[in-house]
């Protein structure tokens, strides 16, 4: 028996209405704020990753699914979302629309990772990117995005982090003292940590192991170490934040796994223990365009991962609304009647009714069994003495309450014509 690869999972129809109900919610908290959708394609070349997403990242490091084409091409399956629309915004020469340029996906991504509750290796995210402007108003609009959104879905007790980590221009002199600081307790660090203290020392400070987090608490802190022009925008940040009436809280510590961000990092995070809580983040980064090939553009960007929000939505219990389902179901008994069926059942969708055709050869407890199952709110019954007088049975599911009626009445009650 074949099963799906590891780190995958088939989305079964039952599971479909919690997909379709995060993806709408996020279409609408986006047409809400004027971002447009964009898709990108599920491969592109190699090196944009490289670059965009940063070769010493984990996700560049270990993570992705590179394969060489028939073609000999070096390709990538797309790893995250930002950098493809970025690369989008240059192909089609959007730094010539009126700034900033709005935009959201909802796409499938894909990590190789080990895979765990709420870490797959297939997965969906959608998000929100706002390219060519560095307003810090701007940063607080998708930050309250996000936020709107979560709480929209009923989703409790968040945490909404946010820390600046600076740009290149104050970023060294920080790192310099992030690393000296280090060195100094690096006997204690992680074997992790101790290669990042070499090659992505940021990230040393997300590191979730005990001792590690212990040193981290009392390291030199990005935000007390910012330029002028960076302290600014993070002082009119929180400004903002707070004129939105957005109850963030400052955390050090959070630096996100990506080499894009400059400046704003955020993350929402849910109540919960664990290395999974976070269920969506981002940031700013204004370096990603011109590393991309455009010229310098100021840009932020926010994404989360859709199977996350489901999670959190069956912990809490929160119904989701069902997907609509057939009215009808057109059951027959006899063979004259199963062809006035099909005919029937034809002219019911023709005029926009969800109708299913009854399973072959059953008998009526057997058909009106398959009705209950479908979750129709009616049965239409056709027999040979119902052909005859040119009407058919109409059983309401609930009640059992059955009566004869000619097609116009039928039209009349199912199609509220
Ligand atoms: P990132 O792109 O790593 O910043 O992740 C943003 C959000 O995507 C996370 O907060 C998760 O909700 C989701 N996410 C990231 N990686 C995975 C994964 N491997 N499996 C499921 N969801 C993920």
């Keep these: 028996m074949y099963q799906a690869p590891r780190g995958t999972s088939d989305i079964l129809p039952e599971e479909q209405a919690y ?12 047409r809400l704020y004027g971002y447009k959708r964009i898709d ?21 490091q270990k993570e992705v699914y590179t394969f060489e084409d028939r073609g000999g091409n070096k390709l990538t399956l797309r790893p995250e979302g930002t950098a493809p629309v970025c690369r989008a915004y240059l192909e089609h020469g959007m730094q010539n629309l009126s700034q900033p340029v709005k935009l959201f996906y909802i796409e499938a991504n894909y990590r190789y990772e080990r895979p765990q509750a709420g870490r797959y290796r297939e997965f969906r995210q959608f998000g929100y990117e706002a390219i060519g402007d560095s307003d810090p108003a701007l940063d607080a609009e998708v930050i309250d995005m996000a936020w709107r959104f979560f709480v929209s879905m009923g989703i409790n007790n968040l945490h909404l982090i946010i820390n600046s980590i600076g ?11 992030l690393k000296a600081y280090y060195t100094q307790g690096s006997q204690t660090l992680c074997n992790d940590c101790k290669t990042r203290l070499e090659k992505n020392p940021l990230r040393l400070l997300d590191c979730k ?21 960076c302290a600014e925008h993070y002082v009119n940040l929180k400004k903002f934040l707070s004129v939105l009436g957005l109850p963030y809280e400052v955390d050090h510590c959070l630096v996100r796994g990506l080499d894009y961000y400059t400046r704003t990092v955020f993350e929402i995070q849910p109540e919960i223990e664990g290395a999974q809580s976070t ?3 981002g940031g700013r980064y204004d370096g990603l365009i011109e590393e991309l090939g455009g010229k310098p553009t100021p840009a932020l960007g926010f994404a989360t991962g859709i199977e996350r929000i489901a999670a959190n939505l069956k912990r809490q219990n929160l119904p989701v609304p069902g997907l609509p389902g057939a009215v009808v179901l057109v059951a027959y008994l006899g063979e004259a009647a199963r062809e006035a069926a099909v ?30 199952s479908a979750g129709v709110r009616y049965t239409v019954i056709i027999g040979d003495d119902e052909i005859k007088a040119g009407t058919v049975q109409l059983r309401e599911m609930t009640t059992s309450e059955q009566k004869n009626v000619t097609p116009q009445e039928l039209k009349e009650i199912l199609l509220g014509k």
Excluded at 40 to 60: K, N, Q, S
Excluded at 359 to 370: E, N, P
Aim: net charge positive.
């Design 343 to 372: 005919k029937l059942c034809g002219e019911l969708r023709k005029s926009g009714c969800a109708a299913l055709q009854a399973s072959g050869g059953k008998s009526l407890k057997a058909q009106l069994r398959q009705a209950n």
């Design 279 to 281: 269920i969506g983040g």
């Design 209 to 229: 192991n005990e001792t590690c987090r212990l040193l981290a608490s009392t390291a030199p802190r990005s935000y007390e170490h910012l330029c002028p022009e």
């Design 40 to 60: 990108t394609p599920v491969f592109e070349d190699t090196e944009l990753f490289l670059r965009g997403v940063g070769e010493a990242t984990d996700i560049v």
């Design 19 to 30: 997909r379709l109900y995060i993806e709408q919610k996020a279409a609408d908290i986006a």
């Design 167 to 177: 740009c290149p221009n104050c970023r060294p002199q920080y790192l310099e003292k």
